[in-house]
């Protein structure tokens, strides 16, 4: 019975989030991206990945309604694979990878008025705090996608 999820633990400002390893693909050090016109202002842009492909870049503080990075030389970008489609997401520092007991992880409280966090899975109650589990699926909508596709393919 699989009882622990392997979850990869990264800070945005004093907040501990985590996601589930198996969508991770990489963590890289943040570069300049190429910003792109007419798109979202948490886009952050493009940037040559690996020299294989182009790989959009979430910066996570903005889409969070954040204060921005002071110093964006300082990010960490992690990798995520999502459907056919390599994604970035810009946090402040990825921590380490943890094994955590699906019983520690609730489901997403019901916060009045929190009604775009569809893309949290739970939180999970840990010796040294809390930790909010993104679900990867949702934290980029169907139609960011589909944007993000148009901006990269044409």
Same mark, same amino acid.
């Given at each position: 019975? =699989?009882? %622990?999820?392997?979850?990869?633990?990264? *800070?945005?400002g004093k907040d501990k989030f985590g996601l589930d390893i198996m969508k991770v693909d990489a963590v890289i =050090?943040? %570069?300049?991206?190429?910003?792109?016109? *007419?798109?979202?202002?948490?886009?952050?842009?493009?940037?040559?990945y690996r020299n294989e492909e182009v790989l959009p870049i979430i910066n996570?503080?903005?889409?969070?309604?954040?204060?921005?990075?002071?110093d964006k030389t300082l990010a960490k970008v992690i990798v995520l694979k999502m459907d056919e489609r390599k994604v970035g997401i810009m946090v402040d520092d990825v921590k380490n990878v943890r094994s955590?007991?699906?019983?520690?992880?609730?489901?997403?409280?019901?916060?009045g008025g929190i009604r775009q966090a569809d893309f949290i899975s739970g939180i999970a109650r840990l010796e040294d705090g809390m930790l909010i589990v993104l679900d990867i699926d949702k934290l980029i909508t169907k139609e960011e996608k589909i944007a993000i596709d148009e901006v990269v393919t044409d």
């Open positions: 019975m =699989e009882s %622990e999820l392997k979850i990869v633990t990264f *800070n945005i =050090e943040y %570069e300049e991206a190429t910003t792109l016109p *007419n798109t979202s202002d948490y886009f952050e842009g493009i940037i040559n996570l503080r903005k889409k969070f309604r954040m204060p921005d990075f002071d955590i007991n699906q019983d520690l992880i609730d489901e997403k409280p019901k916060i």
